[in-house]
């Protein structure tokens, strides 16, 4: 079980570094919405459009690996072996 746990939480940990690597290391907050400037063409100004899309902040970062952490915790918890051996 506590390998188990140790497993999980690093594969917990590199899950959430690499979707936040994928989706742009944004610093910030998680975002939904992705605004780009656009330029008309007829009257030369600039406009923000926004799109469905999705940027993985430092909350998510955060959360995953705090889930890790709490998950590789859990892994000193419990009992331990004792040896079998007894004293002469």
């Known amino acids: 079980m506590r390998r188990f746990l140790r497993q999980l939480a690093l594969g917990l940990a590199l899950l959430s570094g690499a979707v936040w690597l994928a989706t ?3 610093r910030g907050w998680t975002h939904t919405e ?3 400037m656009r ?3 007829i009257t030369g100004i600039e406009y923000p459009e ?5 940027v993985a902040g430092l909350d998510l970062l955060g959360g995953g690996l ?3 952490a709490v998950l590789a915790g859990l892994s000193f918890c419990g009992r331990t072996k004792k040896s079998c051996q007894t004293e002469r």
């Not at 926004?50 to 999705?54: A, C, D, M, N, V």
């Open 50 to 54: 926004t799109r469905k899309g999705f």
């Open 34 to 36: 992705i605004t780009e």
């Open 24 to 26: 742009g290391a944004h």
């Open 66 to 68: 705090g889930v890790a």
């Open 39 to 41: 330029l008309d063409a």
